[in-house]
T-cell receptor, first 113, second 114 residues
Framework: GAGVSQSPSNKVTEKGKDVELRCDPI?????LYWYRQSLGQGLEFLIY????????KSGLPSDRFSAERTGGSVSTLTIQRTQQEDSAVYLC???????????FGPGTRLLVL | AQKVTQAQTEISVVEKEDVTLDCVYE???????LFWYKQPPSGELVFLIR??????QNEISGRYSWNFQKSTSSFNFTITASQVVDSAVYFC???????????FGQGTTLQVKP
């Protein structure tokens, strides 16, 4: 079946602009996760959603970052007033349930000029 | 606090050599899961294996094998008869019980030369 998909693949934006990154999880997966991969910080957890429970936002680096998941499926990660340090690859993953094996999408490479 | 350490930043071997990637973890939880992921040059993280804290049996899958030892908090990964296609960054990761946060090591870059 189809894996996790993310769009766009690449995004170049100017400092101060807002960006939206999209993730489509594997069908039937109730848990959805966002991570960030950057050269200096490695792979960092950002946020996860599990079913109808309140999301765990403990990894979001600042209040400029937010995410939502509509209808228990598609998720959007929004970064407001982007900064150059936001440049990274943003990875989305999904799993059958919390704690299950996470399958990752191809990522969105964000470059903030 | 939970932590995963992959002390080997880069490893270079010649094709057909065996290679072991080390992973040491720290956790106070009794229930946890350990993972290995592969990230080839294309960038996508590919799941390789998941083990729970109650199962210390070693596992073999083709040329890949994993050695899980709770006594030393290690979960090492061995590739037998390495191939050029094994060149990638390999990440070891830990997750606590039924939470959603994967804690990743810094990764080991493996280069297999022909």
């Amino acid at each position: 079946g189809a894996g996790v998909s993310q769009s766009p693949s690449n995004k170049v934006t100017e400092k101060g602009k807002d960006v939206e990154l999209r993730c489509d999880p594997i069908s039937g997966h109730t848990a959805l996760y966002w991570y960030r991969q950057s050269l200096g910080q490695g792979l960092e957890f950002l946020i996860y959603f599990q079913g109808n429970s309140a999301p765990d936002k403990s990894g979001l680096p600042s209040d400029r970052f937010s995410a939502e998941r509509t209808g228990g499926s598609v998720s959007t990660l929004t970064i407001q007033r982007t900064q150059q340090e936001d440049s990274a690859v943003y990875l989305c993953a999904s799993s059958l349930g919390l704690g299950g094996t996470q399958y990752f999408g191809p990522g969105t490479r964000l470059l903030v000029l | 606090a939970q932590k995963v350490t992959q002390a080997q930043t880069e490893i270079s071997v010649v094709e057909k050599e065996d290679v072991t990637l080390d992973c040491v973890y720290e956790t106070r939880d009794t229930t946890y899961y350990l993972f290995w992921y592969k990230q080839p040059p294309s960038g996508e993280l590919v799941f390789l294996i998941r083990r729970n804290s109650f199962d210390e049996q070693n596992e073999i899958s083709g040329r890949y094998s994993w050695n899980f030892q709770k006594s030393t908090s290690s979960f090492n990964f061995t590739i037998t008869a390495s191939q050029v296609v094994d060149s990638a960054v390999y990440f070891c990761a830990l997750i606590k019980g039924n939470t959603g946060k994967l804690i990743f090591g810094q990764g080991t870059t493996l280069q297999v030369k022909p």
